[in-house]
């Protein structure tokens, strides 16, 4: 069974122990702590869901916001090898979420570490593009490089 769950820290904990490699790689690519990267986007985020696979937590999505850009909304997805298998289905059921949270903003943007591919794919079934006009984004922390993708509300 697939549920839609508020996120708890319990969960973070469960999804960090267990992370998809290509997630793992693109928060430590951020040059933060994998810890710190996800509990940083929970803190940050004005909504926070999990996704529950029989009753375990298998993906934590959100959306926050630019401080100086209240109008611009900040998504994010995480998942664990638990949604293998189950994608389209969940990206169903996110894009939905994802369609109710855009109606507050003008603008949903993040950045996705160039190499993490199954990001990409999931990112474009949620309904977001990845704009040609926009270079990659060169960490400067650690010089890893980042696309931008982007949905505005319509």
């Known amino acids: 069974m697939i549920e839609f769950v508020p996120t708890r820290k319990r969960h973070l904990r469960v999804i960090e122990q ?5 997630d793992v790689a693109e928060l430590e690519a951020t ?3 994998v810890s710190y990267a996800l509990y940083e986007s929970f ?3 004005r909504e926070c869901l999990t996704i529950m696979i029989d009753g375990r937590a298998s993906a934590v999505f959100g959306v926050g916001v630019f401080p100086e850009y209240p109008t611009v ?3 994010w ?3 664990t090898d638990q949604i293998k ?4 289905s969940l990206m169903k059921s996110a894009k939905t979420v994802i369609e109710l949270w855009s109606r507050d ?3 949903m943007t993040n950045i996705v570490h160039d190499a993490n591919e199954s990001a990409k794919g999931l990112i474009e079934t949620l309904g977001f593009k990845f704009p040609d006009e926009f270079d990659l984004v060169i960490n400067p922390v650690t010089g890893e490089p980042f696309r931008v993708f982007l949905k505005e509300n319509t």
């Open 105 to 107: 903003y003008d603008l």
């Open 43 to 45: 803190y940050k985020s």
């Open 73 to 75: 909304g900040v998504p």
């Open 18 to 22: 267990n992370l998809l490699p290509g």
């Open 85 to 88: 298998g189950k994608e389209l």
């Open 77 to 79: 997805l995480l998942c």
């Open 31 to 33: 040059g933060k702590s």
